[in-house]
């Protein structure tokens, strides 16, 4: 079966430092990848998506970047993180964009 | 951008009762939808899914049902158990991409 795994669940940052947050999935190849940040009482916001390895598209202009080194490998990054991006951060996988996305459990970003 | 919403944010429900979800969704060119079930903390869980060929659907306990007239979209839980209690929201497909409603939060009543 397919699994899909985040870390860390939860980060705290200080303004002004870099990002890592990386997404692997296992059980399943060359997937659609998405990187999803998920607001209070807001629906999911596509930030990122990938259908291949170096591919990305970005949905939304941004202070984060995505990139995808491996198959099933998905990270999103910023150099310099601003208050504007706390949030709760999803990656999903799905076997092509009719397809069913499935999400792993987030990361809480918060920026002091 | 789409505009998928829930008629209600929140609802609260005796356990064993039935629980009923609404969903609107703007785009008639969407024919595929989902129904995810979010608990605290964790990423959203896929419930049931329909295409729009079907207007209904059933699983273990839940059915969704899809009106393309009125582009509506319900998921019905049946007899509600604590374990339900979680944000339950919609999302729409018009062929490539999914668009995903605000969620509604649904208590269940010991």
């Known amino acids: 079966s397919q699994t899909i795994h985040q870390w860390p669940a939860t980060l705290v940052q200080p303004v002004g430092s870099p990002l890592s947050l990386e997404c692997t999935v296992e059980g399943t190849s060359n997937p659609n990848l998405y990187w999803y940040r998920q607001a209070a009482g807001r629906g999911l916001q596509l930030l990122f998506y990938?259908?291949?390895?170096?591919?990305i598209s970005s949905e939304v202009p941004q202070n984060l970047s995505a990139s995808r080194p491996q198959d099933r490998q998905f990270i999103l990054s910023s150099k310099k993180l601003l208050l504007s991006d706390s949030g709760f951060y999803l990656c999903?996988?799905?076997?092509?964009?009719?397809?069913?996305?499935?999400f792993g459990d987030g990361t809480r970003l918060s920026i002091l | 951008g789409e505009s998928v919403g829930l008629h209600l944010p929140t609802l609260s429900v005796q356990e064993g009762d039935n629980s009923i979800i609404n969903c609107a969704y703007s785009n008639s060119a969407s024919d595929y939808f989902i129904w995810y079930k979010q608990e605290s903390g964790k990423g959203p869980q896929f419930i049931i899914d329909?295409?729009?060929?079907?207007d209904k659907r059933q699983g273990q306990r839940v059915t969704v049902l899809l009106n393309k007239t009125v582009k509506h979209l319900s998921l019905q839980i049946a007899a509600t158990q604590p374990g339900d209690s979680a944000v339950y929201f919609c999302a729409e497909n018009p062929g490539n991409q999914f668009y995903f409603g605000t969620g509604t939060s649904l208590t269940v009543i010991p």
């Open positions: 990938s259908v291949g390895i170096g591919q």
């Open positions: 329909i295409r729009s060929n079907m």
């Open positions: 999903a996988w799905s076997r092509d964009s009719t397809q069913p996305q499935h």
